[in-house]
């Protein structure tokens, strides 16, 4: 059964940002005897949204595992500075929804949390899939899956959302579907989202800031000021991103930028 998304609302930026900030201090990463990562130095602000692109293989998917703490920098530190007393919580969505066959979607949602049964239905109601708890995961299209995916990253309240290729395997009209939930619920619920993806233009697009890797290291970092929905075709987002493509074909090439 096909859902509806609720229709996109006009996106400007309402509240001051919260979120997790991050520092990550000289972070390097080697696999044997190759460096894929070399002296990362970054602040990222709290609240902002921050796209990583990059060359096949440069290292953007080892990058969002190391701030996630699922993988050990070889050199240096990451920092998350959190909104409360306590760590900073995390959570990160990937390519592949990695929902459980065997589970119900809302039991899916509620994956290693007891109860808040009333919140994992309103989370599906926030990802446009209301009533759908009781189905299998083998009910729902792809886009579904990633939405049930969302809702579960979201039920964690995760103050740094990490998302790795999200729209990666999804239709084009899908995915223009997902980047537009994924905007609204981060203009509705400040917190700081990464986000590691191929498309130049879904980067563009969603984020505060680009940041594209070369050889191992941040090679432009472009802010993005352009208001939000009035981005998609705008004549400098379609000069940045044949910039960006330049710098993606001739990595070497890549400066630093700030707009
Ligand atoms: N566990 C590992 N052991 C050895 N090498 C690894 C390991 N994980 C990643 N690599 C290597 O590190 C490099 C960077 O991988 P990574 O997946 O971070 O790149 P990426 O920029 O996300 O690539 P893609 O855009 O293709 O997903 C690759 O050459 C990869 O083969």
């Given amino acids: 059964m096909a859902s509806q998304l609720p229709p996109p609302v006009p996106v400007t930026r309402p509240h001051a940002s919260k979120g ?49 703490g699922l993988e050990q920098p070889s050199t240096g530190s990451v920092t998350l500075h959190g909104s409360g007393p306590g760590p900073a919580t995390a959570r990160m969505m990937f390519q ?18 007891n109860g808040r049964r009333h919140e994992a239905r309103s989370l599906l109601r926030a990802v446009g899939l209301d009533g759908r708890g009781s189905a299998w995961p083998t009910e729902l299209s792809g886009g579904q899956k990633q939405r049930v995916a969302l809702a579960r990253a979201l039920l964690h309240h995760p103050e740094l959302l990490l998302l790795d290729e999200p729209f990666g395997a ?26 590691v993806t191929h498309d130049v ?17 941040v090679g432009r970092d472009l802010r993005v000021g352009l208001p939000r ?31």
Avoid: C
């Fill in 20 to 68: 997790a900030g991050l520092s990550l201090d000289s972070v390097g990463r080697q696999y044997g005897d190759r460096w894929i990562l070399r002296n990362l130095d970054l602040e990222i602000e709290p609240g902002s949204f921050v796209s990583f692109l990059g060359p096949s293989g440069v290292g953007k998917s080892t990058l969002l595992r190391i701030i996630a």
């Fill in 96 to 113: 592949e929804d990695r929902l459980l066959p065997w589970r119900s979607v809302e039991d899916n949602v509620r994956l290693g949390v």
């Fill in 170 to 195: 999804l239709d084009a009209i899908t995915r223009i579907r997902m980047q537009q939930l994924v905007e609204r619920l981060w203009l509705d619920q400040p917190r700081t989202v990464l986000l």
């Fill in 201 to 217: 233009e879904e980067a563009l697009v969603l984020s505060d800031r680009v940041l594209v890797l070369a050889a191992g290291s």
């Fill in 229 to 259: 929905g009035e981005r998609r075709g705008h004549p400098r987002l379609v000069a940045w991103k044949e910039e960006i493509l330049q710098d993606l074909l001739e990595p070497a090439s890549a400066g630093t930028e700030a707009a």
